[in-house]
């Protein structure tokens, strides 16, 4: 009983810590998440904002001479960027930053979707979207004409983002089950220690029940102790006892009345009388 | 030490094991994250900063002193404005002098001046002061890392080109920051403790009882029969202390009944050689066993005792199934509505709750009528396996149409485990325990209806709604296997007596004036209020306000919580004072008005305050209306029995109340949620007004000279 009631503990302790685990991991992912984002997002608005200078000076983006600087400037800002692409409005790339990281693996091609995607957003607010392999940050440039002339996307490391968050839900996995299993051993230990006297009065009265089960012609036994089950069953020795007395009794009477019959043979009846 | 207040410790010692595992796994939570969020963060800063540097820098660079740049406080301003995680910008001259700044809350210039002047100290030698090879040492900006200044993180960077830093920018976020993202989670952590308590309860109440009082009780039950002379039972062998001494009593119980039945064998042979012999030992015989009862055949029947606790838990796991959704099926609903049309009508997202409610209520005399064949263990695993598929379904339907479906499907389910736990309980309790053992069905109902939104919507925040619809079905199939292990040794209930149909009960009790006016003023409105606010208006509501869906959990598990702690206290000062009529008045008056102010004051607390009073009120009402039917009914109980009286006012209620979401959405169609909650307090505080003044005038009971009510007349 000790380990169902545990068991049962150690379940509600698991639930509780499961339910814990999954809100502090969608909080910090949520915040993890925000931060890179809002980052990036800075990073990405700032670069706009230097090239739309250019363009509302009047320059084609094509022939913005300075752009690959600046891209290369921004880019050294993190380790973790993987490319800056700067496009025209319709999608041919224009510039590219690339990571000397991914020299030997270059950087998969902006596929035609992303770019409309960003082309096509009518605010100035920027747009998040991400592969397997990579984050990316989209805006649009826009003239002063506040006509769409191209647009930029950042593609950041997304293995360093996916670490992150799967080293902190091992870590507060892990911590979960260490305190799952603190907490099952403090349990057991506090039902055990619960239920002692329990199991102690059951004990008690089993031993009395198996003494007069092996020896019934004893006298009532004195271990069953003081409870209500120990006082039952006394009660109940003391009934079966008086029933195997009767046992006796209708096993002398069906001998003697088997010898007036004259079925049984004499000395037979001390045979019948044990139950 | 009884037995309960074992079980008090017990339950003490899993709440403290429960709060030790959230307070040890929330701080390390905190830790974790900080150590994880706090780099991000300060990456952020640095980008930022540099960014804002570089700007500053290119002023620099034109000749324009730090101290003449216009609009740099203005500047500082936009770029926090994007940025709510950032508490303020400052610029300092060398001396650490503030020049601009702009901050929802900010250093004292004191540790700005310090924070200046430690920065300076970090630089290269040819950057602190006038160099003429500044070109030669490149300065380590990357390096830089935000430290802690007062209730900030502060990160200082040089301002400055070419040959001197001009001065220092101070970037700086709120040192609480990863605090705070935990204290948001902080009601969902409580709410989760709220939820665990409650299981935790419900959980060892059936494994103590099932395990220990139960198998204990049976013991006594059987040794005190062997006391009493009757040897005619068996008690069932379990792995544990309880089965070992359960085994030595079946031995001594076998024993002795094996010895009676040689003995009666034999004496059985001496009838054919010489009766008169065999009928005078017969005689000696039946004096000996006198005051011994014995097996039949010698073949003792285990002695069984209803499982009334497995019931209850039985009853808490499948309540909580089907209202794990409940905080966010309007919103569900909602998401297939827009299929069919792009601003869908609350009438359309009202139909899968109508549909729901519709459906339970109808199948609740089909259910009757199966428990009475099939016994309760069988009734409520074909419910439960009714309600797994409907709720499986739900989360997976493929539009609006297979969403109704999976409702009713969900619905029948419902229906056939309610009664069938209803049932077994009226069926199993002991006549003199009728009340307590109704009142356990409806704690466990109680504790579920609380537990249930909350969970649910924590669960559809955080894993989506189709994984929560996953987690419900699993637990509708885990409280079928639980019933048909705990309910399926038990025997079937005796069939009861036949009654004339309830056609008969209905067209008695709608004969009843009082009857009527109490349907119609009281219940009815209180399970319209309950479907039509709480169910429906309560989750688009508070969704269009901009509440999560563990917020909207949470505001719904309030009801539940009145209802639960309330309902018995309310209930006992009825009994005590006989205020059931007053009370199922002022309960009424309570829950309408609590809806009134929303459309004037259309916020979270409003609804909230309007959700903690409809479980106020309902607390005071809902047992108190029971009564009162019993006291209106009391003939027709008379002539066609409790059962059928009650099974024709809840069908009744059920009805009206399956109106509810169809009212409510109506209303919210010409008047706005908002509006709609409010209308429907005053349809609340009429009916409760209609009801009181309506018993004022006729009483309760009719007078002793009055035959006929005078509506029913």
Known sequence: ?275 | MTVSSRFTRLFTLTLSLIIAALAGISLYAALALERSLIPQLDQKMLTMGLTVNAKLDRALRYGIPLERLPGVADFFGTVLAADPDLAYLVLTRRDGTVLYQYGTSLPKPEQLADATAATLKMLPASQGAASADSAKEPWPIQALTARPLGDFYNLALPVGSGEAVAGVLHIGADAGFVIQKIQEILFDIATVFVIATLVAFELLLLIVHHYLITPINRLEMVLSHIADGNLSHTLPVSRDETGWLARLLNQLVERLNAAHQQILRQAASLQSATPVAANRLSTSLAQLWRGFTLAPEGRPAPYQLADLFGARVATFLFIFAVELSQSFLPLYARVYATDLSDSPTPLLISLPLTVFTLTAALSMPLAGWRFERAGSSRTFTEGALLMTLGLAGTGLAWDFYGLLVWRVLTAAGYAFMYVACQSYVVAHAPPQKQASSGALFVSGLMAATICGPAIGGILADHIGYTATFGCAAILAACAGLMAFRLLSAEPMPAPPPRRPVRGGVVRAMTGNGRFMLLMLFAAIPAKLLLNGFLFFLVPLTLSEFGDSRSEIGRVAMLYGLAALFLGPVFARLADRFALHGLLVGAGGLLAGIGLIPVFFFPTTTGVLAGVLLLGIGQAMSISSQLALVTRIGRAPIEQFGQGPVLGSYRLIERLGGASGPLVAAGLAAVFGYPGAITITGLLGVVTATLFSVSFLILGIEPEPDDELSPIAS
Not at chain 1, 253 to 273: D, F, K, N, Y
């Open chain 1, 1 to 275: 009983m000790p380990v169902k009631i545990t068991a049962t503990i150690t379940v509600l302790i698991a639930f509780v810590l499961g339910l814990a685990v999954l809100m502090n991991y969608a909080k910090f992912e949520r915040t993890f998440n925000g931060l890179m984002q809002s980052r990036l997002a800075f990073l990405v608005q700032d670069l706009r904002d230097t090239l739309e200078f250019g363009l509302d000076l009047g320059l084609d983006p094509a022939a913005m001479a300075n752009t690959a600087a600046i891209l290369t400037r921004e880019a050294a800002h993190d380790p973790h960027i993987l490319s800056i692409s700067v496009f025209n409005e319709q999608g041919h790339i224009l510039y590219q930053y690339q990571s000397k990281l991914l020299d030997p693996h270059p950087v998969t091609p902006l596929t035609p979707a992303w770019l409309e995607t960003v082309l096509q957003t009518a605010s100035k607010t920027p747009q998040h979207i991400s592969d397997p392999e990579t984050l990316m940050v989209g805006i649009p440039l826009i003239n002063n004409f506040g006509r769409t002339v191209g647009g930029l996307i950042l593609r950041y490391d997304r293995s360093f983002h996916d670490q992150e968050l799967q080293q902190t839900l091992f870590n507060l996995i892990r911590a979960a089950l260490l305190i799952l299993i603190a907490a099952s051993l403090v349990a057991l230990l506090s039902v055990w220690l619960l239920f002692r006297s329990t199991r102690r009065e059951l004990r008690q009265v089993r031993i009395a029940l198996e003494d007069f089960l092996e020896n019934q012609q004893r006298p009532a036994s004195p271990h069953a102790g003081d409870s209500v089950l120990a006082a039952l069953e006394v009660a109940a020795e003391q009934k079966s006892r008086e029933f195997q007395q009767r046992l006796i009794l209708a096993n002398r009477i069906l001998r003697l009345e088997q010898r007036l019959a004259g079925q049984a043979p004499h000395g037979s009846e001390r045979q019948h009388e044990g139950v």
